[in-house]
T-cell receptor
């Protein structure tokens, strides 16, 4: 069973469209994260939720809106897509937001905006 | 979180030990050292972490110097599948707020046949 899964794996869309990426974890973790990896391969945190509550919101355009319907799911909705949004988006989870718990990452969603 | 410095790339012969260094001279007392790796476009994979003592698990060993200003990740018998970018990350474990991982540029380890 996949611990952290993301759909879709690949997403190609045009500028101006709205798209969503879904993430699910079956580890029973309380905390989930979204990271963005750009073309230069740098991984940066975007958001984090703990028990459905937003706890980290880095400097991300408000076109990006995370939604956590329950603690096993954290979806990312992106409005008015721009060329610069092209990247690989990784979802991750950890047992809790506190302590030294490691994070488990999903396989990534490669978003290409044309 | 403290900044880390890693060599951009390293090679290792298959079957030999791979020793990946990391400097974190500004680490504070409650910050852990984590190692993750990313195998070609896959999601990052947790390897090991430690605070002060050396740690070992089924994947690797982590050696932290006594002053905690540097550490070494050891893959005891590197295989071709260990070729990846290895990230050393320093992260607080006891703060009252969530502590995300801050990834640097890492070390590209290439295991050679």
């Amino acid at each position: 069973d996949t611990a952290v899964s993301q759909t879709p794996k690949y997403l190609v869309t045009q500028m101006g469209n709205d798209k969503s990426i879904k993430c699910e974890q079956n580890l029973g973790h309380d905390t989930m994260y979204w990271y963005k990896q750009d073309s230069k391969k740098f991984l940066k945190i975007m958001f984090s939720y703990n028990n459905k509550e937003l706890i980290i919101n880095e400097t991300v355009p408000n076109r990006f809106s995370p939604k956590s319907p329950d603690k096993a799911h954290l979806n990312l909705h992106i409005n008015s897509l721009e060329l610069g949004d092209s990247a690989v988006y990784f979802c991750a989870s950890s047992q809790s937001a506190q302590g030294s718990h490691e994070q488990y990452f999903g396989p990534g969603t490669r978003l290409t905006v044309t | 979180d403290a900044k880390t410095t890693q060599p951009p790339s390293m090679d290792c012969a298959e079957g030999r030990a791979a020793n990946l260094p990391c400097n974190h001279s500004t680490i504070s007392g409650n910050e852990y050292v984590y190692w993750y790796r990313q195998i070609h476009s896959q999601g990052p994979q947790y390897i090991i972490h430690g605070l002060k003592n050396n740690e070992t698990n089924e994947m690797a060993s982590l050696i932290i110097t006594e002053d905690r200003k540097s550490s070494t990740l050891i893959l005891p018998h590197a295989t071709l599948r260990d070729t990846a970018v290895y990230y050393c990350i320093v992260r607080g474990g006891f703060s009252g707020s969530a502590r995300q991982l801050t990834f640097g540029s890492g070390t590209q380890l290439t295991v050679l046949p």
